[in-house]
């Protein structure tokens, strides 16, 4: 089975600064990772997915995460964050086999001061 | 507009009291998918649907039923709610099962049993 961690379930920032939102997994077979976000009041979104080939993918509002297979881990990052990135960010594994099945981690706060 | 609708958005009811929460995509999806969000928990999966007439339980499946006698629909029966069942809840779909990491979530239904 596998199961995804993220390691802070609060991140405060101010604007215009790096963030670095952690997420770790585990499983026994090749997986796909996702990162999805959640406005305030609203469902999730899907911000970005790694399935294959470059490790890094970005996303259209200048997020970026990397896979890094040794360390089991899908970082999210952004060089300098917008009061508008406030929200909650889920990362999320599935594997390949069974990609009906979504595994969600624990989600990560981030907040963004001025 | 592409969507997931859910209704409904919020609900107060009493300990045994059946109900059901609609859930409804217009997308012609043919995997549907129920969630409860819990804080610290994130996202975990009730019951899935990977097309008409084919159901199956997810990892918190207890005290839940669901039904999908059309493909656009997937309600949510709970009958007889619990004050454990108190969550929010989101409906999800996606084109197909084995593209069920892309999935787009319905804005979510904040229920409470007392």
């Known amino acids: 089975a596998q199961s995804v961690t993220q390691l802070d379930s609060q991140v405060p920032v101010f604007e215009e600064a790096p963030v670095e939102l952690r997420c770790n997994y585990s499983s026994s077979v090749s997986v796909y990772l996702f990162w999805y976000v959640q406005y305030p009041n609203q469902g999730l979104q899907l911000l970005l997915k790694y399935l294959s080939g470059s490790t890094l993918v970005e996303s259209i509002n200048g997020f970026e995460a990397e896979f890094n297979k040794s360390q089991t881990s899908f970082h999210l990052r952004k060089p300098s964050v917008h009061i508008s990135d406030t929200a909650e960010y889920f990362c999320a594994v599935s594997t390949i086999q069974g990609a009906q099945k979504l595994v969600f981690g624990q989600g990560t706060r981030l907040t963004i001061n001025p | 507009e592409a969507q997931v609708t859910q209704n409904p958005r919020y609900l107060i009811t009493v300990t045994g009291k059946k109900l059901t929460v609609t859930c409804s995509q217009n997308m012609n999806h043919e995997y549907m998918s129920w969630y409860r969000q819990d804080p610290g928990l994130g996202l975990r999966q009730i019951y899935y649907s990977m097309n008409v007439e084919v159901t199956d339980k997810g990892d918190v499946p207890e005290g839940y039923k669901v039904s999908r006698k059309e493909k656009r629909n997937f309600p949510l029966i709970l009958e007889s709610p619990s004050p454990n069942q108190t969550s929010l809840y989101f409906c999800?779909?996606?084109?197909?099962?084995?593209?069920?990491?892309?999935?787009?979530f319905g804005p979510g239904t904040r229920l409470t049993v007392t």
């Open positions: 999800a779909s996606s084109r197909t099962a084995l593209m069920s990491y892309e999935q787009y």
